[in-house]
Structure formats: structure tokens, C-alpha cells
């Protein structure tokens, strides 16, 4: 782990809180948490696993949304970036450790 994965993990986490403060757009949240893991040297397979879990639900419920017309509530969107928000909280400290 390098002190470079640490700072995209605090980048991933400030995005979150910047989504839910409606100062950013899911779009650019979604984009933004993908591009930051796949710069990371993050090689820990559960991690990776239970982060493209999250994620997925993301992006599926946005382009679900943008292709569908079928709307997601906001609060389900809500609901999961704060499950992605609780996750990234969570392992942060062990990829710091590691």
C-alpha cells in the first residue's frame, strides 16, 4: 500500500460526501470511484470485491435510470452511496495498515 492509495481512498470518501451534500453529480461520483480504484495498486480481493458490489449497484441504477426512464428514488440512491461511504470508511484504516 503506498501513501498514493491512501490519499485515492480519501478522495473516493470525500466524493461521497460531496454527492451527498448535492455538491457533485452521480455521474461524476460513479466515474470518479471507479477511476480511483483502478489507479490504486489496491490488491486485496475482498476489498476489490465488496467495492465493484457497491459500485455496481451504482451504476446499474444510474444507467437504469438513463436509459430506462426508470427512476430510481432518491432515497435508495442516498441509501447506497452512504452504504459505499460506510464501506470506504471501513476499510480505509485496514488499507492504511497494509
Known amino acids: 500500500m503506498t501513501q498514493h492509495d491512501v490519499q485515492l481512498w480519501d478522495r473516493m470518501i470525500q466524493a461521497t460526501d460531496d ?57 435508495d440512491m442516498v441509501n447506497a452511496v452512504k452504504r459505499m461511504r460506510n464501506f470506504l470508511l471501513q476499510y480505509r484504516d485496514r488499507i492504511a495498515r497494509t
Do not use: K, N
Open 19 to 75: 454527492y451527498l451534500a448535492g455538491h457533485l453529480d452521480l455521474a461524476t461520483l460513479i466515474a470518479m470511484l471507479e477511476g480511483s480504484l483502478t489507479a490504486s495498486e489496491i490488491e486485496d480481493r475482498d476489498i476489490r470485491e465488496r467495492f465493484y458490489d457497491l459500485w455496481g449497484w451504482l451504476e446499474t441504477a444510474h444507467a437504469a435510470c438513463l436509459e430506462l426512464a426508470a427512476p430510481i428514488s432518491d432515497s
